[in-house]
């Protein structure tokens, strides 16, 4: 089977209008491609202009980049103000930029609050900002990007790790005000997925590193950046409509396995 694609559902988001934080690379890049596909339009964000536009552009898809830095408040504001003016409505949130800061003992004041500037805060902002939008198109959907993260301790990985926890607090937080006015909030928390980073602390061997960080996850091997983009458009659809507050773990069986990992060491096999 090839991971790195999926059968999109025709016309299923066709008429609605997305924003992916973040969606020129990786996980967001994923995400905004198959609801292309699926018929929305989509602004997507970044802080560099990688050609994502153009690309996307050039397949079809009706998109627009909007670049910036999703820590600025005033940015956060003008990414909703010119969605909503260029197609006159917003249906869906996806907030997926987030900063890599992960650092323990050593992190400064400056580390955590540049940490948490994205998500949680960012994330709370566009929510905030996007949510009397969807309420004037009679509801809404939202996912926050978490991880595996949010809830397991990881060496040096105190900045990234309380950031991730927050943002699944405020996920419920916001699910639970929101549901008056239509509109379902979760989150999705990947596994080890082969984006930039992963692939960068690989040394780009791909092949060497998914056999051995695919241990840390039931289905033995790392995930592609796709594979969260189906559950993420699962959730912000209508098939979801009774799902909110919650989390889904994208994450190969990461959270299920036990600290016998695959079991390859594990030699106790009981008696009669
Ligand atoms: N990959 C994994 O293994 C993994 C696992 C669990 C969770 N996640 C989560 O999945 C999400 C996406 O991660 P990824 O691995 O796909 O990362 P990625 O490939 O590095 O993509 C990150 C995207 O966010 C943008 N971005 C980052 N900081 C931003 C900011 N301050 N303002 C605006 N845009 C910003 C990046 O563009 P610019 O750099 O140009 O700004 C890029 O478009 C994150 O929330 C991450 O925590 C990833």
Not at 11 to 33: E, Q, S, Y
Not at 96 to 108: E, P
Not at 148 to 161: E, L, M
Request: hydrophobic fraction near 40%; charged fraction near 20%.
């Amino acid at each position: 089977m090839d991971y790195t694609k999926r059968a999109p559902i025709k016309d299923r988001f066709k008429g609605n209008v997305a924003i992916v934080t973040g969606g020129t690379t990786g996980i967001g890049r994923a995400i905004a491609d198959e609801l292309c596909k699926e018929g929305a339009s989509v602004a997507i964000t970044g802080r560099h202009e990688v050609g994502a536009e153009k690309e996307m552009g050039d397949a079809g898809y009706d998109v627009t980049f909007i670049q910036g830095d999703m820590a600025e408040e005033s940015f956060c504001e003008k990414v909703v103000a010119e969605t909503a003016a260029k197609w006159g409505k917003i249906n869906y949130l996806v907030n997926n930029a987030f900063s890599f800061i992960a650092k323990g003992m050593d992190a400064t004041r400056r580390d955590w609050e540049i940490m948490f500037s994205v998500g949680p805060f960012g994330y709370a902002k566009m929510i905030q900002l996007v949510a009397p939008h969807m309420r004037e198109a009679g509801g809404g959907s939202i996912v926050n990007m978490s991880s595996i993260s949010c809830r397991i301790a990881q060496v040096n990985r105190w900045t990234y790790n309380a950031a991730k926890g927050a943002v699944n607090q405020l996920t419920r937080c916001a699910a639970l005000d929101l549901a008056p006015w239509n509109i379902r909030v979760n989150t999705v928390s990947p596994g080890w997925i082969w984006t930039r980073e992963v692939l960068k602390a690989a040394g780009g061997d791909k092949e060497k590193y998914d056999p051995i960080w695919g241990e840390y996850h039931i289905l033995g091997r790392c995930g592609e950046p796709v594979e969260c983009a189906g559950p993420t458009l699962f959730l912000l659809s209508d098939d979801a409509s009774f799902i909110t507050g919650t989390d889904l773990c994208v994450d190969g069986g990461y959270n299920a396995i036990g600290s016998e990992g695959l079991g390859k060491t594990a030699t106790f096999a009981g008696s009669e």
